[in-house]
Nanobody, 120 residues
Framework: QVQLVESGGGLVQTGGSLNLSCAASGSFLSISAMGWYRQAPGAQRELVASITRGGNTNYADSVKGRFIISSDNGKNTVYLQMPGLKPEDTAVYYC??????????????WGQGTQVTVSS
């Protein structure tokens, strides 16, 4: 079983910053990639940013140039630095990991979500 535990959400004013972290634990071979998704009320879950084990990153256009994703492969942890927050960044943020369970089988796991609220 694999668990993802997120931390770092909260309430900030426009222009403020938050830093999210997500640590994976359990029995697995490795993690191929990790990412952050978010879901605002009434909206679909969307990708915010992702990072591969090799360090390749991908960002949603709405956060490109503002948010920074990073990871520590040794700690199976992914981070999301969120400076310059805007009210439209308000959402529940979910951590996702593509976990290699066996050499031929990988599975996606999700965290429980952490609320980020940006007040205007």
């Amino acid at each position: 079983q694999v668990q993802l535990v997120e931390s770092g959400g909260g309430l900030v004013q426009t222009g403020g910053s938050l830093n999210l972290s997500c640590a994976a634990s359990g029995s697995f071979l490795s993690i191929s990639a990790m990412g952050w998704y978010r879901q605002a009320p009434g909206a679909q879950r969307e990708l915010v940013a992702s990072i591969t084990r090799g360090g390749n990153t991908n960002y949603a256009d709405s956060v490109k140039g503002r948010f920074i994703i990073s990871s520590d492969n040794g700690k199976n942890t992914v981070y999301l630095q969120m400076p310059g927050l805007k009210p439209e960044d308000t959402a529940v943020y979910y951590c996702q990991a593509r976990v290699r369970i066996t050499p031929s089988y990988s599975k996606d796991y999700w965290g429980q979500g952490t609320q980020v609220t940006v007040s205007s």
